[in-house]
């Protein structure tokens, strides 16, 4: 089968097309013919080590130091099954299923072998391929810092970065969580958030939010650009910061935040199952969550689609379309 490789970290010319063997699964998994994938900020930066503030010799020993262990990435999926081990009961060949590897990724690929168990749920009927492979990354991503949160209904949420991919997906979960929602994003992208469930919108480029008195009870940071110096004082009593991309610095600070005051820092990485990506599907199937599809490209140009991502301009997800000459 085909899939690219990237043997060294670095640009998106160190993506290479390789022929690889085909998967064959085991007795608990599927085999499923991957039929469309993304490219995220989480390829990227585990790509090219760009990473936060204190956090890249920990990437170096965790990804591999010298050189990627898992030369294959991708978090995201959909596409069919093709084949079922002896003991799998959920799924059998032809279902059409999507799937989140998370760490494990893999899914720059015609195939991949997913644990029955794993982070893999039927495909919601009213959307595409496309669509599908774009729901788990930053849908559980979004859903899993709400939770942590706490998010209720009737609270002002604050979301910086609203039309990335991770944001997109915020917006619209807080609006299902009955929230009150404040955007932030570029000129270009605020008719898109008003879109989404946003009842307020802030360009970036015009205004700065921490400079204009409102305060949140909940402000999700996206993008890294709002650190606690910078949105403390934009917080509620009770208020949280939830950090998506948190510098070791920030990090650092979450004991001391718990022990001095009311407001709470919450990062680390991000945990979905396959029950996050049932919830998802069901609120895809409902018409209340769908993912924003900026760029398509063929899988022979994900290199392209790397640069785009890089530029970090892009608008909701990318996705990297495949095809099968069977």
Request: hydrophobic residues 40%.
């Amino acid at each position: 089968m085909k899939a690219i490789v990237y043997e060294k970290y670095g640009p998106p010319e160190v993506l290479q097309l390789k022929e690889i063997e085909k998967p064959t699964p085991k007795d608990n998994e599927v085999l499923i013919k991957i039929h469309a994938t993304t490219v995220t900020s989480g390829d990227w930066r585990m790509r090219s080590l760009n990473v936060p503030t204190g956090f890249r010799l920990i990437m170096r020993l965790v990804l591999g130091f010298s050189k990627p262990r898992k030369p294959i990435l991708g978090t995201e999926l959909a596409g069919v099954v093709e084949s079922v081990g002896k003991d799998v009961r959920q799924f059998k060949a032809g279902d059409s299923v999507f799937a989140f590897s998370d760490a494990t990724m893999g899914c720059h690929a015609e195939y991949k072998c997913m644990p029955e168990d794993g982070a893999m749920a039927f495909k919601p009927a009213n959307l595409t391929y496309d669509e599908a492979a774009a729901l788990s990354f930053g849908g559980t991503t979004a859903l899993d810092f709400f939770r942590k949160g706490k998010l209720q209904r009737g609270e002002k949420v604050l979301v910086n970065g609203a039309s990335g991919g991770v944001g997109t997906a915020a917006v619209q979960l807080a609006r299902h969580f009955g929230a009150e929602i404040t955007g932030v994003c570029s000129t270009a992208n605020m008719e898109l958030v008003r879109s989404l469930g946003a009842h307020h919108v802030i360009d970036y480029t015009k205004e700065d939010f921490t400079q204009k008195g409102a305060t949140y009870d909940v402000i999700i940071d996206t993008v890294g650009t709002t650190p606690l110096s910078r949105s403390k004082a934009s917080l509620k009593d009770g208020g949280r910061l939830l950090m998506i991309l948190a510098g070791l610095p920030d990090m650092l600070k979450i004991p001391w935040m718990s022990m001095t005051g009311n407001k709470k820092i919450i990062a680390g990485p991000a945990t979905g199952g396959a029950e996050d990506l049932r919830f998802l599907a069901a609120l895809a199937e409902a018409g209340e969550f769908k993912p924003i599809i900026d760029r398509r490209y063929p899988f022979e140009q994900i290199a392209e689609a790397h640069r785009y991502v890089d530029s970090g301009r892009k608008k909701g997800n990318v996705i990297i379309t495949l095809k099968h000459d069977n």
